[in-house]
């Protein structure tokens, strides 16, 4: 509480003066919490004291400010791994009362936690300070920023208070660092190994991304610690529905079930398929689908340290693979999955039901921007302008894709129903085709300490 206190008078975060009349001061509380490492243990208490009460259109306007999403953290592991950069991180000590408020709330100078935009107001500050010390923000993504000096380059990504960075130059990361803490209150956190719940491995031959504490927490938090493993997260005889007749069970525990399961599909694309289809049914839950949700516990239970392997040696060549599988029993609509790989590494993934039912496979097929996909008329249709007149009951904005392809743009490529990386999202596989699909994406921790499976490294090749 006295460091809060402190980081207000040194910020000069608010002027005490007495309220004017007819006006009603903020109301604030302290917060407390307590801070954990990647293995459990408490490493820092915070305290808090947040204004609570603000209200929009008097004490706020726009609030909006930009958060760096998962696919974006992975690129840059990849990238990071792939250029042999050690990427450091560093934490803002009450990052929030450093940004500049617009609005007047009553005697505040800059923001407090609990303000509605107070992330804003943050990221406002640091934008400009980054900008002026001469880094360039991403188009895309507008917390990732760039900066290049002589031969060397710098990689900042920003999440709120929490900073990445690495660079080619042990000298221009060690510089920014010393920048940072001029301008800011920081700690230097050193090399990244836990951030948002990922646990990191960086070593010469790549980095290592995986949840496994998390894995043994939500196993024991639903007491299936003890349960029997099973090697897949999903039978291929399982063929849920809304099975209506079925006994209902408790809709709070299964989706306490499933959310801590859609965390940990950050990096376990092995698990999104069986995930995903259970979130379909938990509004009106039965035993058939709390079996289905605990079968991926158990095959939780059977590779708790799976996660995702950047290799050193990976190219920087953006690819993308595309699959469908009209499974949903009720109306026959279409799951597709696509995935994206830097290099070798997986890097973004999804799997969604479609909104509407296709009229046929080739329509199916266009439900996102294939790359490589096993649909030839898919790809007849994007380069064969006379196969236009076949297809006009598919949807105008399909078509956008013949353009790209056209500009060059993209490239459509067609590969082997056996090599489709992203079938694993669309439904549930045998054992030894879903080990195989896996095996291209995710690799084991005891992998790591050792050495990587031979075989593993020529799935990898055969997809190169």
């Not at 305290?47 to 953290?73: H, Q």
Request: aromatic share 10%; with cysteine.
């Amino acid at each position: 509480m006295h460091e809060e206190l402190e980081n207000f008078k040194r910020n000069h975060v608010r002027d005490l003066v007495e309220p004017p009349p007819n006006r009603r001061p903020i109301g604030t509380k302290w917060v407390f919490k307590n801070k954990r490492g990647e293995d459990g243990m408490v490493v820092r208490n915070k305290a808090r004291l947040p204004g609570v009460s603000s209200k929009e259109g008097i004490d706020y306007e726009e609030t909006f400010a930009p958060v760096a999403r998962l696919e974006a953290i992975r690129i840059l592991l990849a990238f990071a791994a792939s250029k042999g950069f050690k990427l450091q991180q560093m934490d803002v000590k009450s990052a929030f009362p450093n940004g500049f408020i617009e609005e007047e709330v009553y005697k505040l100078r800059k923001a407090l936690y609990g303000l509605k935009q107070a992330p804003r107001a943050w990221y406002a500050r640091l934008k400009s300070f980054l900008l002026k010390s001469g880094f360039v923000m991403g188009s895309v993504d507008k917390t990732l920023f760039l900066l290049s000096r002589g031969g060397d380059t710098l990689i900042v990504q920003i999440y709120v208070d929490d900073i990445i960075f690495g660079g080619s130059s042990h000298a221009l990361v060690s510089s920014f660092a010393e920048q940072m803490s001029r301008e800011f209150e920081m700690s230097l956190m050193g090399e990244l190994l836990f951030f948002l719940g990922l646990q990191i491995k960086q070593g010469p031959e790549g980095t290592f991304v995986h949840q496994a504490k998390y894995t043994r927490d939500i196993l024991k938090k639903f007491e299936m610690g003890d349960s029997k493993p099973m090697t897949t997260p999903m039978s291929t005889n399982t063929a849920l529905d809304a099975d209506e007749d079925g006994e209902a069970v408790d809709q709070k525990e299964l989706r306490g079930m499933i959310g801590s399961l859609l965390y940990l599909t950050a990096t376990r694309p092995d698990i999104q398929f069986a995930v995903c289809l259970c979130v379909r049914y938990q509004a009106s839950p039965r035993t058939s689908h709390r079996q289905a949700v605990k079968r991926i516990f158990k095959y939780l239970k059977f590779t708790p340290e799976l996660g995702l392997w950047y290799s050193s040696g990976s190219s920087r060549c953006l690819r993308g693979f595309f699959a469908d599988h009209a499974g949903c029993r009720i109306d026959r609509k279409s799951t597709s999955s696509t995935c994206q790989l830097l290099g070798t590494s997986l890097v973004s993934w999804s799997s969604r039901k479609q909104a509407s039912v296709s009229l046929s496979t080739t329509e199916a097929e266009f439900g996102k921007i294939p790359l490589l996909i096993d649909s030839t008329s898919a790809i007849s249709v994007a380069k064969n302008p006379v196969l236009h007149s076949r297809t006009k009951h598919i949807d105008v904005r399909f078509h956008f894709l013949r353009d790209h392809y056209e500009k060059g743009d993209i490239d459509l490529v067609h590969v082997a129903s056996e090599n489709q990386l992203a079938d694993i999202f669309t439904k549930p596989l045998e054992f030894g085709a879903f080990v195989r699909l896996r095996g291209w994406r995710c690799v084991d921790n005891a992998l790591i300490k050792g050495e990587i499976e031979s075989q593993w490294i020529g799935l990898i090749a055969l997809l190169v």
